[in-house]
């Protein structure tokens, strides 16, 4: 019963990218870089500063190495290279990514040939892998090594920093985008890029696969709905594997999308198994069959370019989503929404589904409060709050006070107080000043700008500077006033500095009489 699960249901059995001609595993020095995932050309390697950092975990016999960086900033072919040179005996175990497949199975594959030593190669891992290898028991003999992008190891899907040995590739330095100029790469001359791929790799058949390669507009759509598609599962990183079923779905509903269709409208079956034939003869896409089924992913230069471009991730994909995902799978599309920036489909996804971290919540609901939406942001604050963020009491009592809702605000303001928070205790005896002030309660205002400039925090306290200034120069105190910007301008806090600039400016260039609050013509 091996690899059942307690719904009955047994785990696909992982299929290898990379076997000799009998279907077995290579040496590691037998697979090509190719193989590993190198975009061609490759050319001759151009040494990284990374080569050292890995020289040192290859030779102190690191069992988990994730190297990681921007898309196209050469992690693989770093990785590869270190990998070829330092291990070239090593059986390497190289599978095609399924989400459905545990990383404990394929750990459990390489340690076949833990006694002479094997690798498990996961290129481009995604978010499930990366969030498993964080409790992977790597058995004596066997290395896992990992390429992945950065933005992952730090969104809220991975929460946890990885075990073993993590490397930062980072961009070209200056001598290495030289060295790769003076080589034998063909590199344009008037290249600027920092990353390698961005030098060496030819996107533009890529890009113009994406906008579509045919004049026809009919075969136009149907390959730019299949890649569309694809591009959008591979960006999204969902813990699912695109079966065949589900292509057909999403192809239909990005094909009627394209071309303005009723969303009742018949799509062409024979149309889409063209475009799957010319995207596999282009190697845009990988079909993988195992256990009857057969599922698809994209080229990472698909996503790498719509990236570049910019490009929104398709309404097609987050109806999906929303309708055929099961709550787990929907939170973590829901958490890369947010890692990418997509506030809105983010809330949207994760609105009525539990362990949402609470820095999420937080930030939907400030993002929320900055465009406008206020009773959107009012909910997810109050989210934020039930889960004991302290920051959003602050913001939602600054949200309450501008909507006129002066006790509300009050009351929030003052539950950040008790908190004990210090920086946010003090930008709410900020936010109570300022409401104090405008109820027309000045030297209650006074109590607590002065209460949040003997806090701990050194910005509010800048802050509280130009608060007190502010109050002074209103009650016609300009020497006081004065007096708090030019201690707030000593403090080198930026926001402070600059607002006490401002109007410390103001006060200068004020007329005579004007300064002192007393009227034309009038004795001070």
Same mark, same amino acid.
């Given at each position: 019963?091996?690899?059942?699960?307690?719904?009955?249901?047994?785990?696909?059995?992982?299929?290898?990218?990379?076997?000799?001609?009998?279907?077995?595993?290579?040496?590691?020095?037998?697979?090509?870089?190719?193989?590993?995932?190198?975009?061609?050309?490759?050319?001759?390697?151009?040494?990284?500063?990374?080569?050292?950092?890995?020289?040192?975990?290859?030779?102190?016999?690191?069992?988990?190495?994730?190297?990681?960086?921007?898309?196209?900033?050469?992690?693989?072919?770093?990785?590869?290279?270190?990998?070829?040179?330092?291990?070239?005996?090593?059986?390497?175990?190289?599978?095609?990514?399924?989400?459905?497949?545990?990383?404990?199975?394929?750990?459990?594959? @390489?340690?076949?040939?833990?006694?002479?030593?094997?690798?498990?190669?996961?290129?481009? @891992?995604?978010?499930?892998?990366?969030?498993?290898?964080?409790?992977?028991?790597?058995?004596?003999?066997?290395?896992?090594?990992?390429?992945?992008?950065?933005?992952?190891?730090?969104?809220?899907?991975?929460?946890?920093?990885?075990?073993?040995?993590?490397?930062?590739?980072?961009?070209?330095?200056? @001598?290495? @985008?030289?060295?790769?100029?003076?080589?034998?790469?063909?590199?344009?001359?008037?290249?600027?890029?920092?990353?390698?791929?961005?030098?060496?790799?030819?996107?533009?058949?890529?890009?113009?696969?994406?906008?579509?390669?045919?004049?026809?507009?009919?075969?136009?759509?149907?390959?730019?709905?299949?890649?569309?598609?694809?591009?959008?599962?591979?960006?999204?990183?969902?813990?699912?594997?695109?079966?065949?079923?589900?292509?057909?779905?999403?192809?239909?509903?990005?094909?009627?999308?394209?071309?303005?269709?009723?969303?009742?409208?018949?799509?062409?079956?024979?149309?889409?198994?063209?475009?799957?034939?010319?995207?596999?003869?282009?190697?845009?896409?990988?079909?993988?069959?195992?256990?009857?089924?057969?599922?698809?992913?994209?080229?990472?230069?698909?996503?790498?370019?719509?990236?570049?471009?910019?490009?929104?991730?398709?309404?097609?994909?987050?109806?999906?989503?929303?309708?055929?995902?099961?709550?787990?799978?929907?939170?973590?599309?829901?958490?890369?929404?947010?890692?990418?920036?997509?506030?809105?489909?983010?809330?949207?996804?994760?609105?009525?589904?539990?362990?949402?971290?609470?820095?999420?919540?937080?930030?939907?609901?400030?993002?929320?409060?900055?465009?406008?939406?206020?009773?959107?942001?009012?909910?997810?604050?109050?989210?934020?709050?039930?889960?004991?963020?302290?920051?959003?009491?602050?913001?939602?009592?600054?949200?309450?006070?501008?909507?006129?809702?002066?006790?509300?605000?009050?009351?929030?303001?003052?539950?950040?107080?008790?908190?004990?928070?210090?920086?946010?205790?003090?930008?709410?005896?900020?936010?109570?000043?300022?409401?104090?002030?405008?109820?027309?309660?000045?030297?209650?205002?006074?109590?607590?700008?002065?209460?949040?400039?003997?806090?701990?925090?050194?910005?509010?306290?800048?802050?509280?500077?130009?608060?007190?200034?502010?109050?002074?120069?209103?009650?016609?105190?300009?020497?006081?006033?004065?007096?708090?910007?030019?201690?707030?301008?000593?403090?080198?806090?930026?926001?402070?500095?600059?607002?006490?600039?401002?109007?410390?400016?103001?006060?200068?260039?004020?007329?005579?009489?004007?300064?002192?609050?007393?009227?034309?013509?009038?004795?001070?």
């Amino acid at each position: 019963m091996a690899g059942w699960s307690l719904t009955g249901r047994s785990n696909p059995k992982p299929v290898l990218k990379v076997a000799d001609e009998r279907g077995r595993p290579p040496r590691l020095a037998d697979a090509s870089l190719g193989d590993l995932g190198v975009h061609a050309p490759q050319g001759p390697y151009v040494p990284r500063e990374a080569d050292t950092v890995l020289e040192k975990h290859f030779a102190d016999e690191a069992q988990l190495v994730v190297v990681h960086g921007k898309r196209l900033v050469g992690a693989t072919r770093t990785l590869a290279e270190a990998a070829r040179t330092h291990l070239p005996d090593h059986t390497l175990y190289a599978f095609h990514p399924d989400p459905r497949v545990p990383l404990t199975e394929l750990i459990s594959a @390489a340690k076949r040939s833990a006694k002479n030593g094997a690798v498990l190669w996961l290129d481009d @891992a995604g978010s499930e892998q990366l969030t498993q290898l964080a409790a992977a028991e790597i058995p004596p003999g066997v290395r896992v090594l990992v390429t992945a992008r950065s933005a992952l190891l730090g969104g809220t899907r991975l929460p946890d920093p990885l075990p073993g040995a993590v490397v930062d590739v980072g961009s070209l330095t200056t @001598a290495e @985008a030289d060295a790769l100029r003076e080589g034998e790469n063909e590199v344009p001359a008037d290249a600027k890029g920092d990353r390698v791929g961005l030098l060496l790799v030819p996107l533009e058949p890529v890009r113009t696969a994406l906008s579509g390669d045919s004049e026809e507009r009919s075969i136009r759509f149907d390959r730019q709905a299949l890649l569309h598609a694809l591009t959008d599962w591979h960006r999204m990183d969902p813990p699912v594997a695109l079966t065949a079923k589900m292509l057909t779905t999403l192809y239909g509903d990005y094909r009627r999308e394209l071309a303005h269709l009723d969303g009742r409208a018949a799509v062409s079956n024979p149309g889409r198994e063209r475009a799957i034939e010319w995207a596999l003869e282009l190697g845009l896409i990988t079909e993988v069959f195992g256990r009857g089924n057969e599922y698809y992913y994209g080229n990472t230069l698909l996503s790498a370019v719509a990236d570049g471009q910019r490009r929104p991730v398709s309404g097609p994909f987050w109806r999906y989503v929303a309708g055929a995902f099961d709550p787990a799978a929907r939170r973590a599309a829901g958490l890369t929404a947010f890692d990418r920036g997509d506030y809105p489909h983010a809330r949207d996804l994760l609105d009525q589904l539990d362990h949402v971290p609470q820095h999420v919540k937080y930030v939907i609901a400030y993002r929320a409060h900055r465009g406008g939406s206020v009773a959107i942001a009012r909910r997810w604050y109050e989210k934020a709050i039930a889960d004991g963020s302290v920051p959003a009491m602050v913001d939602l009592g600054v949200l309450e006070a501008a909507e006129g809702k002066a006790e509300e605000a009050r009351s929030w303001f003052q539950q950040a107080v008790d908190s004990g928070d210090a920086a946010e205790s003090a930008r709410a005896m900020r936010g109570l000043g300022v409401l104090e002030k405008e109820q027309g309660n000045p030297e209650q205002a006074k109590q607590w700008f002065t209460d949040a400039l003997a806090s701990e925090d050194s910005v509010q306290a800048a802050n509280a500077m130009v608060d007190l200034g502010v109050l002074a120069e209103e009650q016609g105190d300009v020497e006081e006033a004065r007096s708090w910007y030019e201690k707030a301008a000593e403090t080198h806090q930026p926001a402070a500095v600059t607002v006490a600039g401002a109007n410390l400016r103001v006060l200068t260039d004020a007329p005579a009489g004007e300064e002192t609050g007393a009227e034309p013509g009038e004795d001070a």
